[in-house]
């Protein structure tokens, strides 16, 4: 069984995970201040961009799961099949990622039936997408073990 998350105000796991969906009004304050303070914000996304899909390509090449890496800016989705060749959609997998990845700290979201997004905010930094991609990483590893 899983182990019972805390979260600020005793939110439930689902709430929190809702709340990290939908955002709140500290959350998206705290945003759009970063943005306005960053005279070069689109080089900025840029790299964060880059670094990310970087990231996940590579994790694509050591995880036969992942069958597909694409996105647009930092609005990503990794497709996880059970076979590269077939592109059979594997369709078990998304949740129980998305319920280990949150276990650890990583919010994902299941789009579809066997695609993850991964939707970071625009104030995301090195630190915060290395750490995402390890915890992507330790998921995927736990998996195929």
Known sequence: MAPKLAHPQGLTDEEARQLAREGNPLVVSRGRGAMLEDLDGNRYLDFMSERLLTGLQGLQARHQIIGDVRGLGLFVGIELVEDRKTKAPAKSLAPELEQRAFQKGLLL?????????????????????????????????????
């Open 109 to 145: 979201l299941q789009c579809g039936e066997s695609v993850i997004r991964m939707a970071p905010p625009l104030v995301i930094d090195e630190i915060d997408v290395d750490t995402a991609l390890r915890i992507f990483d330790e998921c995927l590893s736990e998996r195929t073990r």
